[in-house]
């Protein structure tokens, strides 16, 4: 089926997201006006320092980092418009609501790893986990079709294609978490949430 790529009434949403994140990185990493320690997702200032659960997904640890997340919203923007979206706003009521689920999970795990008296010591960053969590809903969505997002509708309609082309990307996704420096919590945490979000 023939869709049209040109510019649509949804695409400020996708824009709006580009254009904070790179604001972001240019206050952060080119002009150095903020600190962007202040905003990394470390588990255990969150109690103390609640910010840091949307923030974190604002800062990129540097160009490549930012350049492969715009890359992500370029991705599932296409996906969105391919399952036929009819909300001006999912996209940012999704990334609004991810924020916190995604907080949820990784609190939820580190509770188990306490259990056995792990206590991870690290910091997060960057729009991944959304794009995961996207990836995630959008996955499930290619399979069921999902009308209706927190009562609003949506659209979206299943797609033989767009499953094909998600569970490719997942799967590579998935790999690419492993390697050094990539947050493969951050990542499942997201990819949990996305599907936790198709469901309600």
């Not at 009521?93 to 792990?118: A, R």
């Not at 990539?182 to 996305?194: K, P, W, Y």
């Amino acid at each position: 089926m023939a869709i049209n790529n040109s510019i649509s009434k949804y695409d400020w949403q996708y824009l709006l997201t580009g254009f904070f994140l790179i604001s972001v990185f240019i206050f952060t990493d080119l002009i150095g006006a903020i600190d962007k320690e202040y905003f990394y997702f470390v588990p255990k200032l969150i109690s103390d320092q609640p910010h840091r659960i949307f923030a974190s997904i604002l800062i990129h640890a540097d160009l490549n980092h930012l350049l492969s997340n715009l890359g992500g919203i370029i991705i599932t923007r296409y996906f969105l418009m391919r399952l036929g979206i009819q909300s001006r706003f999912f996209y940012l009521e999704f990334i609004f609501i991810c924020s916190f689920l995604n907080f949820f999970i990784i609190w939820f795990y580190e509770k188990i790893l306490s259990y056995f008296n792990i206590f991870p010591n690290y910091a997060a960053l960057g729009f991944s986990g959304i794009i995961y969590a996207l990836f995630g809903f959008l996955l499930l969505t290619s399979f069921y079709g999902k009308k209706y997002f927190l009562g609003k509708k949506i659209g979206f309609k299943s797609n033989y294609e767009v499953q094909k082309m998600l569970k490719t990307i997942c799967l590579i996704g998935l790999i690419f978490s492993f390697l050094p420096g990539v947050s493969l919590l951050g990542h499942l945490s997201g990819f949990i949430a996305g599907f936790f979000l198709f469901l309600i």
